[in-house]
């Protein structure tokens, strides 16, 4: 809020915020850090496999690569912490972790399988996923987003929120007992 302004004015000028054109070279690097960020979270999922199933770290990576998918992997873990040997306060814990990363994964997904587009008349480009989704009589697909300062904060969040949990994975690790 934009004190002292009326609140007519305080939404043209939060809109402009949001519309502005983006800094395009920019918004690609923080898609490289979102990448990185993602890849170097679900390398740990390997600890998790490992602690949760009782293998050593070299077993459990191999099982990680083996699975060829982030779901895959996730699924596994789910799997695992849902046995009945795991502890209620560990399931829940390692659940709440496998949680956050999948809510991570349409943002990571949307900029991983997309193509851009410009627009000629000078404004912000667009994401157009590369997805095609089989409906009961329909096929959609195409589904775009502009890439504006709300996509870059969206981006930027995502980054912070995939470190926070890169930092509970390894707090669980530690807290678990898993194999660092």
Known sequence: MVLGM?????REVIG???????????????IGKLNYAWTNTESL???????LSGMDKEIATVVFLT??????????????AKLDRTDSAERKHILAITKRIKNQSALRNRYN???????????????????????KDTLK??????????????????IGELGQI????WMAVRDFNYPG
């Open 67 to 80: 699975l060829n998918t982030t779901r895959a992997r996730i699924d596994m873990v789910e799997r695992l």
């Open 113 to 135: 399988h997309c193509i851009y587009a410009f627009d000629s008349d000078g404004g912000n480009p667009r994401s157009i996923l590369m997805r095609i989704a089989d409906r």
């Open 166 to 169: 890169n930092r509970d994975i």
């Open 141 to 158: 697909m195409g589904q775009t987003h502009d890439l504006d300062k709300a996509a870059a904060a969206d981006v930027e969040t995502a």
């Open 16 to 30: 402009s915020m949001l519309t502005d054109p983006i800094d395009f070279e920019a918004f690609l690097l923080s």
């Open 6 to 10: 009326p609140w007519r004015n305080q």
């Open 45 to 51: 999922l390997i600890h998790l496999i490992a602690g």
